[in-house]
T-cell receptor, first 111, second 116 residues
Framework: DAKTTQPPSMDCAEGRAANLPCNHSTISGNEYVYWYRQIHSQGPQYIIHGLKNNETNEMASLIITEDRKSSTLILPHATLRDTAVYYCIDCAGGSNYKLTFGKGTLLTVNP | GAVVSQHPSRVICKSGTSVKIECRSLDFQATTMFWYRQFPKQSLMLMATSNEGSKATYEQGVEKDKFLINHASLTLSTLTVTSAHPEDSSFYIC????????????FGNGTRLTVT
């Protein structure tokens, strides 16, 4: 079973920032927080991951709380194409790690 | 960036036949690949871990004789659904870890299997 909890759905206006929360209160010290998204009928797309520092790439920013029990994925300027199910996963990584997907958050970006 | 290619994207077969799905890592070598299954309106469920040159490791409840996995090279893993039945109709997705240790998993675009 997934160890993270996310709201089942969120709405966001096009052009605005989308802030997607995730609780991972049982995360271990060596586990990363990974974010993926899945657009309908496609495979999951990697977005970003982090251990304890905040991270930013061309797609999004990841803010991890100091106690690492929760994080927020930020899409700075959401577009209609960002409508997808977003998954937050905690996983140790390494040479043989497995991602366990929960139900994720359905983000709907509205015009 | 790392790309994982999956083929076919869509297949329809008759009950009782077998279907092979290919998963290729296009610009990197993947010693480990993962196979997932996703039913409508549900999340991805891990079926098995495919290891190059050795037997796959199956998750609890997944029949290894029904879902045959072969990972004969560092860039190719195949999943064969044997004697398919309508309840095997699902979205099958593979993933592979990038070249560097700790790099994120990259996923193929999935195969929609419909068994009639």
């Amino acid at each position: 079973d997934a160890k993270t909890t996310q709201p089942p759905s969120m709405d966001c206006a096009e052009g605005r920032a989308a802030n997607l929360p995730c609780n991972h209160s049982t995360i271990s010290g060596n586990e990363y927080v990974y974010w993926y998204r899945q657009i309908h009928s496609q495979g999951p797309q990697y977005i970003i991951h982090g251990l304890k520092n905040n991270e930013t790439n061309e797609m999004a920013s990841l803010i991890i709380t100091e106690d690492r029990k929760s994080s927020t994925l930020i899409l700075p300027h959401a577009t209609l194409r960002d409508t997808a199910v977003y998954y937050c996963i905690d996983c140790a990584g390494g040479s043989n790690y497995k991602l366990t997907f929960g139900k994720g958050t359905l983000l709907t970006v509205n015009p | 960036g790392a790309v994982v290619s999956q083929h076919p994207s869509r297949v329809i077969c008759k009950s009782g036949t077998s279907v092979k799905i290919e998963c290729r890592s296009l610009d990197f070598q993947a010693t480990t690949m993962f196979w997932y299954r996703q039913f409508p309106k549900q999340s991805l469920m891990l079926m098995a871990t495919s290891n190059e040159g050795s037997k796959a490791t199956y998750e609890q409840g997944v029949e290894k004789d029904k879902f045959l996995i072969n990972h004969a090279s560092l860039t190719l893993s195949t999943l064969t659904v044997t004697s398919a039945h309508p309840e095997d109709s699902s979205f099958y997705i593979c993933s592979a870890e990038g070249r560097e240790s700790g790099s994120p998993l990259h996923f193929g675009n999935g195969t929609r299997l419909t068994v009639t």
